[in-house]
């Protein structure tokens, strides 16, 4: 069974950054969609930011953290990673690891039930 193991969540000051970490047990890491959904309390899971992980790495982000986040691979390590810059409040959410084997595209972004296997959550918590 595939696993994602994420960490790095905690409470940020508003302006502030964080980097989330998820690792996969997956035997072939390379060729997968991997990324990261959030969820606020009362609103609707949204796709952050994916990666194909293969050696382009084509990356997909959310135009609510366009220019603010950084999604990368450590293929060594099965890790993908996911850096937001300049938080704000509205980014407090669980941040959930995705994975699927499939190629990734903007739609992914938008459709969750595209991901077969997901982690735990880390809580992640902006105050201004």
């Known amino acids: 069974q595939v696993q994602l193991v994420e960490s790095g969540g905690g409470s940020v000051q508003a302006g502030g950054s964080l980097r989330l970490s998820c690792t996969t047990s997956?035997?072939?890491?390379?060729?997968?969609?991997m990324g990261w959904f959030r969820q606020a309390p009362g609103k609707e899971r949204e796709g952050v930011a994916i990666?194909?992980?293969?050696?382009?790495?084509?990356?997909y982000y959310a135009d609510s953290v366009q220019g603010r986040a950084t999604i990368s691979q450590d293929s060594a390590k099965s890790t993908v990673y996911l850096e937001i810059h300049s938080l704000i409040p509205e980014d407090t959410a669980k941040y959930y690891c995705?994975?699927?084997?499939?190629?990734?595209?903007?739609?992914?972004?938008?459709?969750?039930?595209?991901?077969?296997?997901w982690g735990q959550g880390t809580q992640v918590t902006v105050s201004s």
């Open positions: 995705v994975l699927d084997e499939t190629v990734c595209n903007r739609a992914h972004l938008s459709r969750s039930s595209s991901f077969a296997y």
């Open positions: 997956k035997n072939t890491y390379s060729r997968n969609c």
């Open positions: 990666i194909y992980t293969t050696d382009t790495g084509i990356k």
